[in-house]
Structure formats: structure tokens, C-alpha cells
């Protein structure tokens, strides 16, 4: 019987730590543990300060796009502005022509003579066309 027991002895100690591994009972020491988690935690760190970074260069550029837009629109309502009073300049003009009678005879003279000159054009290359 002593066998038996120093068997069961014997093979209990080989197989004690099985069922700790099965239940994920087997730890590492807490020095070893505490190193692992310390270099996730430079990792995740790392990791972080890249995503910083990134972040920063990217919000950068688009502070710089913002910028150039907000020059170019500037540009372009000024150009605007230039235009309004050109075409408010030309348009006072069209109205002191057309407040005297002979101006208005003249305007509507030549008006009649550049549609007499479209349809011309427009039937003699009709012409072209249909010859050709």
C-alpha cells in the first residue's frame, strides 16, 4: 500500500499545477508581471504620442487650407466690389443715353444693324452647311 500511496503522492505532485493552468491559475511573479504591464504602458504611450502628433501636423494643414481660402474669397469679394462699381458706372451711362430721344433713335439704329448682321452671318453659314 505504500506504493500506492507514494504513487499517488508522486503523481499528484506532477499533476498539481495542471488544474491551476486550466483555470488560468498560474501566475507570473509580480516583478516579472509589473515589467510586462510597464512596457505595454510605453507602448500604448508610443502610440499615443505618434497619434498626437499626427493629429497636430493635420490640424496644422488645415488651419494653413483655411487660411489660403479665407484670402482667396477675400480677393474674390474684392474683385466683386470692382465689378459692381464698374457695372454701376456703365449702367448710369446707358441711362443718360436713353433719357435724350435722339440717343435712344441712335441706340435702337445701331441694336437694328448688329441683328441684321447676326442674321446674315447666321443664314450664309446655314448656306455653307447645307452645300457642303
Known sequence: MSYRRD???SKSALFDGVDKL??????????????????????????LQDRVAF????TGDIHDEV?????LLDRMG????????IMSGTMDRFK????KKSNRR??????????????????????RYIRG
Not at 493629429?55 to 493635420?58: D, G, M, Q, T
Not at 487660411?67 to 484670402?71: G, I, P, Q, T, V
Request: with cysteine; charged share 30%; net charge neutral.
Open 67 to 71: 487660411e489660403s481660402h479665407n484670402r
Open 22 to 47: 486550466e483555470e488560468g491559475g498560474l501566475r507570473a511573479s509580480s516583478s516579472f508581471s509589473h515589467e510586462i504591464k510597464e512596457h505595454d504602458n510605453d507602448k500604448t504611450v508610443d502610440s
Open 106 to 127: 441712335m441706340c435702337t439704329l445701331v441694336v437694328g444693324f448688329v441683328v441684321s448682321f447676326l442674321i446674315v452671318y447666321y443664314l450664309i453659314r446655314t448656306l
Open 96 to 99: 443718360k443715353v436713353f433719357e
Open 78 to 85: 474684392n474683385g466683386m466690389d470692382v465689378t459692381r462699381g
Open 55 to 58: 493629429l497636430k501636423r493635420l
Open 7 to 9: 504513487h499517488r503522492s
